[in-house]
């Protein structure tokens, strides 16, 4: 039995063409920023000025880490509600940044005042960098769609005393 080298030849040009295009895809994809949020009540050992009061219990912090490979320039954070976002006064030491690779900030905000607006979740934290991408907290997936048709569908909280008048 006589072996067909061109076909063997084809086979094995195929199989670098697959190669080269993984890897134009690989390099294109690593230099993507890649930034993570997340958001946690806690309280602090020290207090804290937030919104123009000291405190130590119930505060929201919101952690941005950029996890890739480049510089990102981090200019906001808040937490997004339907149709628009409740945009958080940071502290102009922490953002806007330029975060580089491994490195964080954090904005935090008093969790009581918001839960006293209506907002019952923490995960509705977002991040933005200066060319208009936004960064969300990550959760699983059916958080995700529930999350995303509430900003698209959902109405606002009204705050408690809007409700009691």
């Known amino acids: 039995m006589a072996v067909n080298w061109e076909a063997v030849n084809a086979i094995g040009s195929w199989a670098a063409g697959i190669g080269t295009v993984g890897a134009v895809i690989i390099a294109l994809r690593q ?3 890649k930034v993570m949020v997340e958001s946690k009540v806690m309280s602090c050992t020290q207090p804290v000025l ?4 000291w405190t130590k ?3 929201l912090f919101i952690t941005i880490t950029n996890t890739g490979l480049t510089p990102v320039n981090i200019t906001g954070g808040g937490i997004k509600l339907p149709k628009t976002s409740l945009y958080l006064v940071p502290d102009p030491q922490y953002v806007p940044k330029i975060l580089m690779p491994s490195e964080q900030t954090h904005i935090y905000t008093d ?3 918001l839960q006293a607006r209506g907002l019952k979740d923490k995960d509705l934290s977002i991040a ?8 969300y907290t990550n959760v699983n997936i059916f ?3 529930s999350r995303t048709l509430w900003w698209k569908y ?3 909280p009204i705050p408690k005393k809007l409700k009691d008048d």
């Open 57 to 59: 219990d119930n505060i």
């Open 143 to 145: 958080r995700r769609i």
């Open 111 to 113: 969790w009581l005042d």
């Open 154 to 156: 959902g109405k606002q």
């Open 50 to 53: 937030v919104g123009g009061k």
């Open 31 to 33: 230099n993507k920023p």
């Open 128 to 135: 933005w960098d200066s060319c208009g991408n936004y960064y």
